[in-house]
Structures are given as C-alpha cells and as structure tokens.
C-alpha cells in the first residue's frame, strides 16, 4: 500500500500555498477540471516541484487529496498530475527527519505569583474609575 498524500506531505515537500481558495470545514463542494474539492492551494511560485513546473493546483476535500493540476506559466494549458503523490511515496528521500533530542520538563510544584496582592481591590472586580 502507498503512503497516502497528506496535507503535511505536501507542505513539507512544497512549502505553504501562495493562495487557497475555499476551506477544509467549507460545505460548498466545487468542480474545476472534473475534480471534485472544496478547498484548492495554488502554489505560483515553485522551484523545486517534483514535476518540475512552477505552477500547481492541489484539490482536497477535507483530509484528502483529489487530484493535483500542473502547468508551465500563465499561458498554457492546466495538466492533471501524478507526480505529487509519486513524491510523498518517496519522501523519505526528500524530507529530513526531525531529530527530537528535547528533554521533557520537570514539573515544578513551586508557585511563584507575578505580583504581590497589597488589598482586596487588587484583586479587581471594580469599575475603572469607581475604586472603593
């Protein structure tokens, strides 16, 4: 089985979108290129995209990928792609692994207040202005 494209295979592999059009909790579905989605990220920029484009266009609807669209510049037509998901199957190539060398915090049972409480209109529960 391949490893399924997430959203946060995508972004590891492309960055952030330029734009997004729609939401993830959106209940408006739309069609463009007959793919389904009701959110799409617009990457416009991209140096390094696996099909080696700078244009591309990720569908979802909610959590998962329905398709990705590719093309060369303004001008030309929009492709459906493959790439993408032949990519996250071989992240492990691609993305580093994120060394977790944190050691827990030790919890403290010490409590230390921010400020010292001089009176009982210290603790607030006034209007500004009408202090007793």
Do not use: C
Request: negative net charge.
């Amino acid at each position: 089985m391949s490893k399924p494209v997430t959203r946060n295979t995508v972004v590891a592999l492309l960055g952030t979108p330029d734009r997004t059009v729609g939401s993830l909790n959106s209940p408006i579905e739309l069609e463009e290129h007959g793919v389904h989605f009701n959110e799409k990220w617009i990457y416009e920029h991209l140096v390094d995209d696996p099909a080696g484009v700078p244009t591309r266009a990720v569908y979802w609807h909610r959590y998962d990928l329905t398709g990705t669209m590719t093309r060369g510049g303004a001008g030309e037509e929009w492709r459906h792609d493959t790439k993408l998901a032949e990519a996250v199957a071989a992240a492990d190539s691609r993305l580093g692994a994120v060394a977790d060398r944190h050691q827990a915090t030790k919890p403290a049972a010490d409590y230390r207040p921010v400020s010292e409480v001089a009176n009982p209109t210290d603790l607030g529960g006034y209007i500004m202005g009408q202090k007793p």
